[in-house]
């Protein structure tokens, strides 16, 4: 019992009792926390799989998002490219209707113009018949003239020709004849095609014939440079 009731024994026993109870205490605490870490632990790696799960998901649907934006950006380029050849193709087509309306237009101001011309040629033509009309009228005039009073006959011959026929020229053999053959162009313009015989003045006359269109004094040249061939003598 004096033991018991020495202090120092006391103390001691007190220590020892404190050192027991840190032990228990720490036993105690190392267990629950050790049950708190592994229950952290299992928390924490089940919210990072679920973390990692998420993860990996919304990667792969950005993985897929950007996939459907490449996707996108290569085909809006190919419409876009066929966009543009298509405008090419519109606007090459658009110029090959404007040229074919310009072609149009022109074409119709070509046919109109050939209406005009055709008309002015249409014109052109009744007025020289009628005036080559006159002309022959004239010429039936003077061939019942020159075949009354001067032996003349006039033939007309393949082609639109007439061909002046002239006796009584020499006072030696009076059925001799000479003959020249002329043509009416469609101009109405008098040509002289051939003399037989030949007449040296013959383009001289022709020259005048065209110049004045008196026909009577054309033939009536005509026949005096006929005599003159046998006369001997020059006509002025």
Do not use: W
Not at 112 to 140: G, P, T, V
Not at 180 to 207: N, T, W
């Amino acid at each position: 019992m004096a033991s018991i009731r020495d202090y120092n024994v006391v103390e001691q026993f007190n220590s020892r009792l404190e050192e027991i109870r840190s032990k228990l205490l720490d036993q105690a605490m190392g267990e629950v926390l050790s049950d708190r870490v592994a229950e952290l632990c299992q928390d924490h790696r089940r919210y990072m799989k679920a973390v990692l799960g998420t993860c990996f998901k919304k990667c792969k649907e950005d993985e897929n998002m950007f996939d459907m934006i490449q996707t996108f950006k290569e085909d809006l380029k190919e419409k876009t490219s066929s966009l543009k050849e298509k405008g090419a193709e519109h606007l090459e087509v658009v110029s090959e209707i404007e040229d074919k309306e310009h072609h149009k237009a022109l074409l119709f101001q070509r046919i109109e113009k050939l209406k005009k011309d055709q008309a002015k040629n249409r014109e052109l033509i009744q007025s020289q018949n009628k005036a080559n009309k006159d002309r022959l009228k004239k010429l039936n005039k003077c061939k019942d003239i020159f075949q009354k009073h001067l032996s003349l006959e006039i033939r007309k011959i393949q082609g639109e020709k007439l061909q002046f026929v002239f006796r009584n020229i020499s006072r030696k053999d009076p059925d001799m004849v000479h003959t020249f053959l002329l043509q009416l162009d469609a101009e109405g313009v008098y040509h002289i095609i051939s003399c037989d015989p030949p007449l040296e003045k013959m383009a001289h006359l022709e020259r005048r014939l065209q110049e004045t269109n008196n026909f009577s004094a054309f033939l009536a040249n005509i026949r005096r440079e006929f005599v003159a061939l046998h006369s001997g003598t020059k006509t002025a």
